[in-house]
């Protein structure tokens, strides 16, 4: 999946435009829970070495909230890396260069959106 599928993908099913926050970096677009304002992805255009990579091409990646749990069995596999300016523990950076199956990063998506949502408390009886 692409940068545009993606943004396709966030804003079609979770009905979220993208917000360009920062003006140094046009690049970066934010997805928010539109109750909470909550970020739940980022699509960013990065250098390669600020993935820990050798060389300078931009690459298209995202920021995801993730379970702690699969975060490090992910970061065993191409196109994860350890969290772009985010908490480590629980953030991933998900490369858009097709090296992670569609259905995957669509799951992926989906629990960032579920882990960042309004938590709703039980009233005590």
């Known amino acids: 999946m692409n940068r545009s599928q993606l943004d396709k993908y966030i804003t079609d099913y979770y009905g979220v435009r993208a917000e360009r926050l920062f003006k140094k970096n046009p690049g970066f ?10 970020w739940f992805a980022m699509i960013m255009d990065l ?9 300078q091409k931009i690459t298209d990646v995202v920021n995801l909230k993730c379970d702690p749990i699969l975060i490090g069995s992910l970061r ?3 196109g994860f890396y350890p969290a772009y300016h985010m908490n480590k523990e629980n953030w991933i950076t998900v490369a858009l260069d097709e090296r992670v199956p ?7 998506v989906d629990m960032s959106y579920e882990l960042t949502r309004k938590k709703f408390r039980r009233k005590n009886k």
């Open 29 to 38: 677009q934010a997805y928010r829970h539109n109750d909470t304002k909550k």
């Open 47 to 55: 250098p390669e070495s600020r993935l820990g990579l050798d060389g």
């Open 76 to 78: 065993l596999e191409q």
């Open 102 to 108: 569609d259905e995957q990063l669509r799951m992926l």
